[in-house]
Protein backbone atom coordinates (compact mmCIF):
# COMPACT_ATOMS: atom_id res chain seq x y z
CA UNK A 1 0.00 0.00 0.00
CA UNK A 2 1.16 3.12 -0.97
CA UNK A 3 1.35 6.31 2.23
CA UNK A 4 -0.57 8.97 -0.25
CA UNK A 5 -2.71 7.71 -2.93
CA UNK A 6 -4.02 9.84 -5.16
CA UNK A 7 -6.10 9.13 -8.68
CA UNK A 8 -3.70 10.40 -10.79
CA UNK A 9 -6.93 11.81 -13.56
CA UNK A 10 -7.04 13.93 -15.30
CA UNK A 11 -10.28 14.81 -13.81
CA UNK A 12 -12.03 17.46 -16.53
CA UNK A 13 -14.42 19.64 -15.09
CA UNK A 14 -16.07 22.85 -17.12
CA UNK A 15 -15.66 26.33 -16.04
CA UNK A 16 -16.99 27.51 -13.31
CA UNK A 17 -17.67 23.95 -11.60
CA UNK A 18 -16.18 22.73 -8.22
CA UNK A 19 -13.71 20.26 -8.80
CA UNK A 20 -12.92 17.68 -5.90
CA UNK A 21 -9.37 16.02 -5.70
CA UNK A 22 -9.20 13.34 -3.06
CA UNK A 23 -6.37 11.46 -1.38
CA UNK A 24 -6.04 9.07 1.20
CA UNK A 25 -2.89 8.40 3.78
CA UNK A 26 -1.90 5.15 5.31
CA UNK A 27 -0.22 6.76 8.56
CA UNK A 28 -2.64 6.88 11.16
CA UNK A 29 -0.66 8.84 12.91
CA UNK A 30 -0.19 11.58 10.48
CA UNK A 31 -1.02 15.10 11.75
CA UNK A 32 -0.27 17.45 9.13
CA UNK A 33 -1.51 17.40 5.59
CA UNK A 34 -0.91 19.61 2.70
CA UNK A 35 -1.75 20.66 -0.92
CA UNK A 36 0.69 21.65 -3.58
CA UNK A 37 -0.39 22.97 -7.19
CA UNK A 38 2.37 22.33 -9.69
CA UNK A 39 2.04 23.62 -13.28
CA UNK A 40 3.64 22.17 -16.33
CA UNK A 41 7.61 22.89 -15.84
CA UNK A 42 7.41 24.59 -12.99
CA UNK A 43 7.97 23.36 -9.11
CA UNK A 44 5.34 22.76 -6.38
CA UNK A 45 3.80 25.50 -4.59
CA UNK A 46 1.67 25.60 -1.72
CA UNK A 47 -1.87 26.11 -1.55
CA UNK A 48 -3.71 24.69 1.93
CA UNK A 49 -2.83 23.17 4.50
CA UNK A 50 -4.62 21.52 7.38
CA UNK A 51 -4.82 19.53 10.38
CA UNK A 52 -7.59 19.42 12.22
CA UNK A 53 -10.65 17.68 11.38
CA UNK A 54 -13.05 19.01 9.38
CA UNK A 55 -13.29 22.10 6.61
CA UNK A 56 -10.43 25.07 6.12
CA UNK A 57 -11.52 27.49 3.85
CA UNK A 58 -9.24 30.04 1.99
CA UNK A 59 -11.09 32.04 -0.76
CA UNK A 60 -12.24 29.36 -3.46
CA UNK A 61 -10.44 26.58 -2.05
CA UNK A 62 -11.38 24.41 0.92
CA UNK A 63 -9.36 21.25 2.63
CA UNK A 64 -11.47 18.85 4.15
CA UNK A 65 -9.67 16.15 6.63
CA UNK A 66 -11.32 12.67 8.19
CA UNK A 67 -8.78 11.55 10.17
CA UNK A 68 -10.78 8.84 11.39
CA UNK A 69 -11.21 7.53 7.38
CA UNK A 70 -7.47 8.59 7.01
CA UNK A 71 -8.87 10.81 4.08
CA UNK A 72 -8.19 14.71 2.89
CA UNK A 73 -9.79 16.21 -0.16
CA UNK A 74 -9.61 19.47 -1.71
CA UNK A 75 -12.32 21.65 -3.19
CA UNK A 76 -11.83 24.44 -5.72
CA UNK A 77 -15.18 26.15 -6.24
CA UNK A 78 -15.57 28.60 -9.75
CA UNK A 79 -12.85 26.35 -11.38
CA UNK A 80 -10.90 28.35 -13.70
CA UNK A 81 -8.92 27.25 -16.85
CA UNK A 82 -5.93 28.90 -14.37
CA UNK A 83 -5.96 26.23 -12.18
CA UNK A 84 -5.71 23.27 -14.54
CA UNK A 85 -2.37 21.82 -12.87
CA UNK A 86 -1.27 18.86 -11.29
CA UNK A 87 -2.64 19.27 -7.48
CA UNK A 88 0.13 17.10 -5.03
CA UNK A 89 -1.13 15.57 -1.82
CA UNK A 90 1.20 15.90 0.84
CA UNK A 91 1.27 14.02 4.50
CA UNK A 92 3.53 14.89 7.45
CA UNK A 93 3.79 11.90 9.09
CA UNK A 94 4.74 9.93 12.47
CA UNK A 95 8.70 9.54 11.32
CA UNK A 96 11.40 11.60 12.17
CA UNK A 97 12.18 14.52 11.07
CA UNK A 98 9.42 17.25 9.25
CA UNK A 99 9.24 15.52 6.18
CA UNK A 100 6.52 15.55 3.45
CA UNK A 101 5.18 12.39 1.61
CA UNK A 102 3.71 13.20 -1.31
CA UNK A 103 1.48 11.39 -3.17
CA UNK A 104 1.43 11.05 -7.16
CA UNK A 105 -0.67 13.79 -8.01
CA UNK A 106 -4.17 14.97 -9.60
CA UNK A 107 -4.36 15.92 -13.10
CA UNK A 108 -6.54 18.44 -13.55
CA UNK A 109 -8.40 20.28 -16.25
CA UNK A 110 -11.10 23.22 -16.47
CA UNK A 111 -12.15 23.34 -19.55
CA UNK A 112 -14.30 26.19 -21.21
CA UNK B 1 12.51 37.51 1.25
CA UNK B 2 14.07 36.15 -1.28
CA UNK B 3 13.54 32.57 -2.08
CA UNK B 4 15.06 29.02 -2.59
CA UNK B 5 17.76 29.62 -5.34
CA UNK B 6 19.01 26.46 -7.26
CA UNK B 7 21.41 26.05 -10.01
CA UNK B 8 21.72 24.67 -12.90
CA UNK B 9 18.19 24.69 -13.97
CA UNK B 10 18.79 22.26 -16.87
CA UNK B 11 21.35 19.78 -17.25
CA UNK B 12 21.96 17.32 -20.12
CA UNK B 13 24.88 14.65 -19.09
CA UNK B 14 25.53 11.36 -20.45
CA UNK B 15 25.29 8.12 -18.52
CA UNK B 16 28.19 7.25 -16.22
CA UNK B 17 28.92 10.94 -16.31
CA UNK B 18 29.27 13.51 -13.16
CA UNK B 19 27.07 16.17 -12.45
CA UNK B 20 26.55 18.16 -9.29
CA UNK B 21 23.32 20.92 -7.91
CA UNK B 22 23.81 23.46 -6.32
CA UNK B 23 20.97 24.85 -3.39
CA UNK B 24 20.83 28.30 -1.04
CA UNK B 25 17.71 28.20 1.52
CA UNK B 26 15.56 30.78 2.88
CA UNK B 27 17.88 32.99 5.15
CA UNK B 28 17.57 31.72 8.67
CA UNK B 29 15.89 28.31 7.27
CA UNK B 30 17.38 25.34 9.49
CA UNK B 31 16.18 22.97 7.35
CA UNK B 32 16.40 21.59 3.67
CA UNK B 33 15.32 19.08 2.13
CA UNK B 34 16.69 17.24 -1.74
CA UNK B 35 13.66 15.93 -3.14
CA UNK B 36 13.61 13.77 -6.44
CA UNK B 37 10.35 14.09 -8.81
CA UNK B 38 10.55 12.01 -11.88
CA UNK B 39 8.10 12.57 -14.83
CA UNK B 40 4.39 11.35 -13.81
CA UNK B 41 5.56 10.98 -9.99
CA UNK B 42 5.38 12.78 -6.90
CA UNK B 43 8.80 14.13 -5.48
CA UNK B 44 10.66 11.54 -3.67
CA UNK B 45 12.61 12.57 -0.75
CA UNK B 46 16.35 12.09 -1.21
CA UNK B 47 17.92 13.54 1.68
CA UNK B 48 17.40 16.12 4.87
CA UNK B 49 19.16 18.41 6.89
CA UNK B 50 19.05 20.00 10.04
CA UNK B 51 21.58 22.39 9.80
CA UNK B 52 24.57 20.98 8.80
CA UNK B 53 23.83 17.33 10.08
CA UNK B 54 21.65 14.48 7.95
CA UNK B 55 18.33 13.33 9.86
CA UNK B 56 16.92 11.36 6.97
CA UNK B 57 18.85 9.37 4.61
CA UNK B 58 17.08 6.47 3.76
CA UNK B 59 16.26 6.76 0.13
CA UNK B 60 19.12 8.19 -1.29
CA UNK B 61 21.23 5.75 -2.98
CA UNK B 62 24.44 5.83 -1.92
CA UNK B 63 25.98 4.23 -4.04
CA UNK B 64 26.34 6.92 -6.66
CA UNK B 65 24.43 9.97 -4.86
CA UNK B 66 26.24 12.30 -2.26
CA UNK B 67 25.28 15.43 -0.57
CA UNK B 68 26.73 17.87 1.80
CA UNK B 69 26.08 21.12 3.74
CA UNK B 70 29.03 21.98 5.29
CA UNK B 71 28.07 25.73 6.55
CA UNK B 72 24.88 25.02 7.39
CA UNK B 73 23.50 27.13 5.02
CA UNK B 74 23.55 26.51 0.87
CA UNK B 75 24.13 22.38 -0.09
CA UNK B 76 25.22 20.50 -2.62
CA UNK B 77 23.96 17.50 -4.53
CA UNK B 78 26.34 15.03 -6.27
CA UNK B 79 25.28 12.00 -8.39
CA UNK B 80 28.74 10.00 -10.04
CA UNK B 81 28.15 7.89 -11.87
CA UNK B 82 25.00 8.83 -13.38
CA UNK B 83 22.38 6.36 -15.26
CA UNK B 84 19.33 6.91 -17.47
CA UNK B 85 16.98 6.20 -14.20
CA UNK B 86 18.53 8.97 -12.89
CA UNK B 87 16.54 11.61 -15.33
CA UNK B 88 14.53 13.84 -13.09
CA UNK B 89 13.74 16.91 -11.50
CA UNK B 90 15.83 17.41 -8.71
CA UNK B 91 13.58 19.93 -6.22
CA UNK B 92 15.16 21.61 -3.29
CA UNK B 93 12.87 23.16 0.02
CA UNK B 94 13.48 24.54 2.99
CA UNK B 95 11.64 24.95 6.58
CA UNK B 96 12.21 26.89 9.41
CA UNK B 97 13.46 24.26 12.07
CA UNK B 98 10.78 22.97 14.39
CA UNK B 99 8.09 24.66 12.10
CA UNK B 100 5.96 21.50 11.73
CA UNK B 101 2.58 23.02 11.21
CA UNK B 102 3.66 24.12 8.21
CA UNK B 103 4.77 23.34 4.76
CA UNK B 104 7.88 24.44 3.07
CA UNK B 105 9.00 26.13 -0.05
CA UNK B 106 10.29 24.75 -2.93
CA UNK B 107 13.04 25.90 -5.66
CA UNK B 108 12.71 25.95 -9.32
CA UNK B 109 14.71 23.00 -9.66
CA UNK B 110 17.31 21.21 -12.01
CA UNK B 111 15.92 19.44 -14.73
CA UNK B 112 18.59 16.37 -15.43
CA UNK B 113 18.37 14.22 -18.58
CA UNK B 114 20.95 11.59 -18.89
CA UNK B 115 20.99 10.06 -22.54
Known amino acids: QKEVEQNSGPLSVPEGAIASLNCTYSDRGSQSFFWYRQYSGKSPELIMF????GDKEDGRFTAQLNKASQYVSLLIRDSQPSDSATYLC????????????FGTGTQLKVEL | EAGVAQSPRYKIIEKRQSVAFWCNPI?????LYWYQQILGQGPKLLIQ????????DSQLPKDRFSAERLKGVDSTLKIQPAKLEDSAVYLCASSLAGMTGYGYTFGSGTRLTVV
Open chain 1, 50 to 53: IYSN
Open chain 2, 27 to 31: SGHAT
Open chain 1, 90 to 101: AVRGTGGGNKLT
Open chain 2, 49 to 56: FQNNGVVD
